[in-house]
């Protein structure tokens, strides 16, 4: 299994940024798929966004679309989930997450290694 660290999170006013990390322990970080998850209280985790093994093709939920930017670094073995606009619904904690993938594609789910996850908090 892969070994994942989030980190980034914190509270923010509603409208604000922030920008959470993930690291990742692998050699092989280039054949990994990476996503986004959260779950906020009460509720089940739900899938944020994900990017494939070059970072060439992302995908995100619709809540999230247009406000919120994946990408990775494969020389430095990080994903980044950049969070612009936010609003107090994506009060979460937020999940990096890995599986291994023989080809560039994007996974929604199915995700076998993940984070201990960030606390974002958005106040109104």
């Known amino acids: 299994q892969v070994q994942l660290v989030e980190s980034g999170g914190g509270l923010v006013q509603a409208g604000g940024s922030l920008r959470l990390s993930c690291a990742a322990s692998?050699?092989?970080?280039?054949?990994?798929?990476m996503g986004w998850f959260r779950q906020a209280p009460g509720k089940e985790r739900e899938f944020v966004a994900a990017?494939?093994?070059?970072?060439?093709?992302?995908s995100y939920a619709d809540s999230v679309k247009g406000r919120f930017t994946v990408s990775r670094d494969n020389a430095k073995n990080t994903v980044d989930l950049q969070m612009n606009s936010l609003k107090p619904e994506d009060t979460a904690v937020y999940y990096c997450?890995?599986?291994?993938?023989?080809?560039?594609?994007?996974?929604?789910?199915?995700?076998?290694?993940w984070g201990r996850g960030t606390q974002v908090t958005v106040s109104s």
């Open positions: 997450a890995a599986r291994h993938s023989n080809y560039d594609w994007i996974y929604r789910r199915d995700y076998d290694s």
């Open positions: 692998a050699r092989t970080f280039s054949s990994l798929a």
């Open positions: 990017v494939d093994r070059s970072g060439g093709s992302t």
